[in-house]
């Protein structure tokens, strides 16, 4: 029986052999780590619901990547466990106070396999599907009602991380400043961009100021879960930090965290080995991509446009519905006296107290409009809008490629072609040997220059890869947005029709009452019905 020292506590003594003998067939050799992508091969092959694999992966801290042996231990606790039909979460290891069980997972010989699957893969090559990319982190940015601030107003936002179940605040210039990092941390990858500060200059009110502001929290909310979401920012100390600290100096320790670690090429194990993994022909791949992407990108925005128009329609709807409900309740309590004309005056009369209370009516169904517009806003345009904050980001890194990277490469190797003329010169004229060796000097300088940008246009090229199918593996998104545009449709006309049906009855008792009026064409096509008796009126 392996022993515990306290509850909840895994270490090397408490678990059973069989999670060092999992341990030793996953761990690369190396650095006595496992890499994630065979800890999520590894998940696949527990048979487990996706969304009980994604809960387990979302409790199991990774590191660059991989995970520590204790990391792995937790993981598979929490595997054994949810394979016995428990819902895995930290508590759930904390308050286990027995032996943790086996997990299945197959033959240990197989295990060895992912692992030897992993080291012959291409680095190159993204093994990710939506699934696990959505899964990685929900990260909520909420309004704080009140502006802080003695003298100058601000506006706060909470921002909480169901990755690291932790809530804190931040203003903007706390996003800027992250924003500002990521881009100098990660150069050649796909930053997305940051709403604008401050209102543009015009006509001000306090409507525009509420729009506006609702309008950036929820750009902010995009911005902040496709980095917490990313395969390469999601592991980074910059992003935990920025989801995590709770001190008042969040600016201050993002740029220390940066300062630990420089940019990506400085820290990446395989920077200098870019061109070994690249295709030949990865100009040509780059190309056909950004072209397709680019066509992607424009039916997508027509897509929003459309989208966003039906939500303004909705809403528009449901301020029409709920006034036409109100001028109903006007003309019904008009006081002025009805002057005797015979049966039609008595007609009037009698009708136009009912139709006070129509205004009831309408004011639900206009309820029900507005809901349907917000649903079409929160469902469909914001993951439009999400995908499209994306295809922007990747539109802004093949700019950035080509005009930062390869610019830098051209401008150097200009220099360099300079220097090398002034050389012959100064050879050829036999000035000083001092001279002559300073050029030298430099000469070598910028050769070693020319020789880093080279790294760095191949690394640059490797990520851009890297990112086009990251670009891909959002693409399935579509079919989600397609059934939320579908199922709120069909909610939306379901509970308006509804109202409607039940309306009809009452508008039919009205102008077909007791007082022998004729009825206008308000009855259903569908046979006769009765009329409920607390509709009618005398």
Not at 49 to 66: I, L, R, S, T, Y
Not at 205 to 225: D, K, Q, V
Not at 448 to 471: G, V
């Amino acid at each position: 029986m392996t022993v515990r020292t306290m509850e909840g506590d895994i270490s090397e003594g408490s678990v059973p052999p069989y999670y060092r003998e999992v341990y030793e067939a996953l761990c690369s050799k190396k650095d006595e780590r496992v890499q994630g992508d065979v800890f999520q091969r590894l998940l696949s092959k527990t048979d487990l619901p996706c969304a009980v694999q994604n809960q387990v992966a979302e409790h199991v801290e990774f590191k660059d990547g991989f995970l520590s042996k204790v990391s792995l231990y937790k993981a598979l606790a929490l595997i054994a466990l949810a394979q016995q039909g428990k819902q895995p979460s930290p508590k759930l290891l904390e308050n286990y106070i027995q032996d943790f069980p086996k997990p299945e997972l197959g033959d240990l010989k197989e295990l060895q396999v992912l692992r030897m699957q992993s080291s012959t893969e291409n680095p190159l090559v993204l093994s990710l599907s939506l699934t696990q990319l959505l899964g990685r982190d929900v990260v909520q940015v909420e309004l704080i009602p009140e502006k802080k601030g003695l003298f100058l107003k601000h506006v706060e936002y909470e921002v909480t991380s169901q990755r690291f179940h932790t809530s804190v605040y931040r203003r903007y210039s706390d996003f800027d400043v992250f924003h500002e990092l990521l881009l100098q941390r990660f150069a050649y990858r796909m930053v997305p961009a940051l709403p604008p500060k401050r209102m543009l200059k015009g006509v001000l009110t306090s409507t525009s100021e509420r729009e506006f502001i609702e309008g950036r929290r929820r750009a902010l909310r995009r911005f902040i879960n496709l980095v917490a979401r990313h395969p390469f920012f999601s592991e980074d100390d910059l992003v935990k930090t920025f989801l995590t600290f709770s001190g008042s100096d969040v600016q201050n320790k993002l740029r220390e965290s940066f300062k630990k670690r420089g940019d990506e090429f400085m820290t990446c194990k395989i920077a200098t080995r870019a061109k070994e993994h690249l295709p030949a022909d990865i100009q040509a791949q780059f190309a056909v991509s950004r072209e397709l992407i680019r066509n992607i990108s424009s039916s997508f925005q027509r897509l929003r446009d459309r989208a966003e128009r039906m939500a303004v329609r909705s809403i528009e709807n449901a301020t029409d519905l709920l006034m036409f409900g109100r001028d109903l309740s006007a003309l019904g309590s008009d006081s002025a006296p009805v002057p005797k004309l015979g049966s039609a005056s008595n007609t009037w009369g009698a009708l136009r107290q009912s139709l006070k209370g129509l205004s009831v009516e309408f004011a639900v169904l206009a309820d029900k409009a507005a809901q349907q517009g917000k649903r079409e806003e929160d469902d469909v345009v914001e993951k439009l809008n999400l995908f499209l904050d994306l295809l922007q980001s990747y539109k802004d890194l093949c700019e950035r490629h080509e005009k930062g990277v390869l610019h830098d490469h051209h401008r150097a190797l200009q220099k360099y072609s300079v220097m090398k003329r002034q050389m012959m010169t100064a050879t050829v004229q036999t000035k000083e040997q001092v001279s002559v060796e300073q050029l030298e000097s430099r000469i070598v300088q910028q050769e070693n220059a020319i020789l880093t940008m080279e790294l760095r246009n191949y690394f640059s090229l490797f990520c851009l890869h890297q990112e086009t199918q990251l670009i891909y593996t959002y693409l399935p998104i579509t079919s989600s947005i397609l059934a939320a545009f579908v199922s709120s449709q069909i909610q939306g006309h379901k509970e308006m029709s509804e109202i409607w049906n039940d309306l009809q009855p009452k508008l039919n008792c009205l102008f077909g009452g007791s007082n022998g009026a004729p009825s206008p064409p308000l009855t259903p096509h569908r046979g006769d019905w009765k009329v409920p008796a607390a509709f009618c009126t005398n």
